[in-house]
């Protein structure tokens, strides 16, 4: 089955599920398409070439199946891939199509708020290597301060959907503790699986600082960005159609995948 002139959503596991499901309730008029690369999870500690070569892989895979434009709801992929997407590869193969990211509109919305002096950034190693959230946020604003950890237990811990309760606080903590005690205001959950865990970090954190997740930033500014480029939206089909591929059939992501969805969810293998 093929669903033409689509919004494609790719991550390497569940957590752009997240985003998938908050664009669908926000837009949900459009035909959409999520590919998760579970089978080649995670992406966060993988070289540049790999993490590159996976995105582009996952981009065609998209592409050929009908979408127009892509998002790429995986900071790694956004972090390490996209520049070289848009600049090189588009151009080259999909010149009439778009490929875009997570953390640039999550770093739009956090700057223009002018209550954020110091962000604390969660994500994975490379994400958070790639340093690509200072070097947005000093484009906007030099003022603010960012202060990064990498948390590289969390994603599998989420996908398992097995660790305990005190396991889950102790890891959080160790991670959080580094960005606290710079007295942050605002808390960027720089990976969409960190999303799963919002309100056990929230406690953590407190009130004082300001947790943002990328699924509440994303489908505003997806929505800002089709009004600016309508001869982009124009060519994406309104049947609200919705298709689910995975890289791998695996009882776990189907069970917690349709917990949050709260219902059954047909997916589908994909090679890439």
Same mark, same amino acid.
């Given at each position: 089955?093929?669903?033409?002139?689509?919004?494609?959503?790719?991550?390497?596991?569940?957590?752009?599920?997240?985003?998938?499901?908050?664009?669908?309730?926000?837009?949900?008029?459009? =035909?959409?398409?999520?590919?998760?690369? =579970?089978?080649?999870?995670?992406?966060?500690?993988?070289?540049?070439?790999?993490?590159?070569?996976?995105?582009?892989?996952?981009?065609?895979?998209?592409?050929? =199946?009908?979408?127009?434009?892509?998002?790429?709801?995986?900071?790694?992929?956004?972090?390490?891939?996209?520049?070289?997407?848009?600049?090189? %590869?588009?151009?080259?193969?999909?010149?009439?199509?778009?490929?875009?990211?997570?953390?640039?509109?999550? @770093?739009? %919305?956090?700057?223009?708020?002018?209550?954020?002096?110091? @962000?604390?950034?969660?994500?994975?190693?490379?994400?958070?290597?790639?340093?690509?959230?200072?070097?947005?946020?000093?484009?906007?604003?030099?003022?603010?301060?960012?202060?990064?950890?990498?948390?590289?237990?969390?994603?599998?811990?989420?996908?398992?959907?097995?660790?305990?309760?005190?396991?889950?606080?102790?890891?959080?903590?160790?991670?959080?503790?580094?960005?606290?005690?710079?007295?942050?205001?605002?808390?960027?959950?720089?990976?969409?699986?960190?999303? #799963?865990?919002?309100?056990?970090?929230?406690?953590?954190?407190?009130?004082?600082?300001?947790?943002?997740?990328?699924?509440?930033?994303?489908?505003?500014?997806?929505?800002?960005?089709?009004?600016?480029?309508?001869?982009?939206?124009? =060519?994406?089909?309104?049947?609200?159609?919705?298709?689910?591929?995975?890289?791998? #059939?695996? %009882?776990?992501?189907?069970?917690?995948?349709?917990? #949050?969805?709260?219902?059954?969810?047909?997916?589908?293998?994909?090679?890439?």
């Amino acid at each position: 089955m093929k669903i033409n002139k689509s919004i494609g959503v790719f991550d390497s596991g569940l957590g752009g599920l997240r985003i998938f499901k908050s664009l669908t309730d926000s837009l949900p008029d459009y =035909n959409y398409i999520y590919l998760g690369d =579970n089978a080649r999870l995670p992406y966060g500690s993988r070289s540049f070439d790999v993490i590159y070569k996976f995105t582009v892989e996952a981009v065609d895979f998209l592409f050929k =199946n009908g979408c127009e434009i892509v998002i790429l709801a995986c900071n790694t992929a956004s972090a390490e891939s996209l520049r070289k997407i848009q600049q090189e %590869y588009l151009p080259k193969n999909y010149p009439e199509k778009r490929v875009l990211g997570v953390i640039v509109p999550t @770093v739009e %919305y956090v700057a223009n708020d002018l209550k954020s002096k110091k @962000v604390g950034v969660i994500g994975t190693q490379n994400t958070i290597n790639s340093k690509v959230f200072i070097k947005e946020f000093h484009k906007i604003n030099s003022e603010i301060e960012v202060f990064q950890k990498a948390s590289p237990l969390l994603v599998p811990l989420i996908e398992s959907g097995e660790g305990s309760t005190e396991i889950e606080n102790t890891v959080l903590k160790n991670y959080l503790r580094t960005l606290t005690s710079q007295e942050i205001d605002t808390l960027i959950l720089g990976c969409t699986h960190y999303g #799963f865990w919002k309100e056990k970090i929230k406690r953590i954190v407190g009130n004082n600082v300001r947790v943002v997740c990328e699924e509440d930033v994303v489908p505003r500014k997806l929505k800002d960005y089709l009004q600016r480029h309508p001869e982009i939206e124009k =060519n994406i089909n309104k049947e609200g159609e919705r298709l689910f591929y995975l890289t791998d #059939f695996s %009882y776990n992501f189907k069970y917690l995948a349709e917990k #949050f969805f709260q219902e059954k969810i047909n997916f589908k293998k994909s090679t890439l």
